[in-house]
């Protein structure tokens, strides 16, 4: 009698036990208690981020001495921010601050402070106060609007029932008004971009593969089998609630999948490949050629599988089209258009 291949089950580490486990470690550094039971005296950082930047570049090691690839593990890391349950999930690479500045108490204590994060409650007071905050990441009053952040707003301004409340007439009127100098025009826009970014920090949810922020991050050279545990980690959150558009928004996600499908019981089949994206404006000779993908992802979660359909938009971190208004709308547009022609196919 043939024998029914058992899938296994995936059995991460789930986002709330990594933001436990290093969020406990940091809150110890900053109230300097080194000599608490279990702590050495000589505190080099978080251990899963001190491990990890041990490893990220591991052989051969180019990058070793090179600050801007050093990951942050002495600063506030950057796990989620917005709504857990969101409709709409946006996956980076990891957070783009260097690690000396992120690494800096001074920095580390302004952000606590700036959003509100509370040190004085005890760990359990400073965790969830931390979840809390990036829950609402943007909706504070020291928050100025990031071009990062409006790219993701822009990018989205064409997708059809995200969730994300995008004002009326958002991006074009960035476009049309760009440069020009009237008070109460620019006033309008200023609002505008503030809250279109507001609302797409909150109302959708932005998982980092890696939660240690750095300044740069070699995609080429990246040790592949060290984040797995981290690419499970994002599985399972994206897995616990009810989705409708995963985007992952980097070209290293087609060489992480491409080595992460078969291992730890991880299917994923690639439906579409770097399908190629002509973006071009009116009056430009050259076009800007953008790629996008269309991903199945499988695994168990619990004793059920599941599985979702994904996007990665491989030219999203491309930083040409950062304050290109038009031709980030019209990527986001396309890969949308890329998914919707699998689903018609597929019903």
Not at 156 to 170: H, M, Q, Y
Not at 233 to 260: G, M, P, Q, V, W
């Amino acid at each position: 009698m043939k024998q029914q291949k058992i899938m296994k089950q995936l059995k991460p580490i789930t986002l709330d036990e990594r933001i436990n486990q290093d969020l406990t470690e940091l809150y110890r550094i900053l109230h300097k208690s080194a000599q608490l039971k279990g702590i050495k005296e000589e505190v080099l950082g978080i251990s899963a981020a001190v491990k990890l930047s041990e490893k990220l570049y591991s052989g051969d090691n180019k990058h070793k001495d090179d600050d801007a690839y050093a990951l942050s593990t002495l600063g506030l890391p950057g796990y989620f921010t917005g709504d857990r349950e969101a409709k709409t999930v946006m996956v980076m690479l990891n957070p783009g601050i260097s690690a000396m500045e992120n690494d800096n108490p001074l920095r580390t204590m302004k952000s606590i402070n700036d959003v509100g994060i509370k040190l004085d409650k005890g760990v359990d007071g400073f965790i969830k106060s931390y979840i809390e905050k990036n829950s609402k990441f943007g909706d504070h009053k020291s928050y100025k609007v990031d071009a990062f952040d409006l790219k993701q707003a822009v990018f989205l301004s064409a997708w059809i029932d995200t969730e994300v409340d995008i004002p009326k007439g958002f991006p074009e009127l960035l476009k049309e008004n760009t440069g020009k100098k009237d008070a109460v025009i620019k006033k309008e826009i200023d609002k505008l971009k503030k809250d279109a970014t507001i609302n797409v920090l909150t109302q959708k949810l932005q998982l980092e593969l890696i939660p240690y922020a750095s300044r740069k991050f070699d995609t080429n050279n990246a040790n592949l089998e060290v984040l797995m545990p981290y690419l499970e980690t994002l599985l399972h959150e994206i897995f616990k609630a009810d989705r409708k558009y995963i985007i992952f928004c980097s070209d290293f996600f087609e060489r992480l999948f491409n080595y992460a499908n078969g291992r730890n019981e991880i299917q994923i089949e690639f439906i579409k490949r770097k399908e190629p994206i002509e973006l071009k404006e009116k009056g430009e000779d050259k076009s800007k050629k953008a790629f996008c993908s269309v991903v199945n992802i499988s695994c168990k979660v619990g004793n059920k599988k599941k599985t979702f359909k994904a996007i990665i938009a491989h030219t999203f971190s491309n930083q040409s089209l950062t304050n290109a208004y038009n031709k980030m709308r019209e990527y986001g547009h396309k890969c949308l258009e890329c998914l919707n022609e699998y689903q018609q196919t597929h019903k």
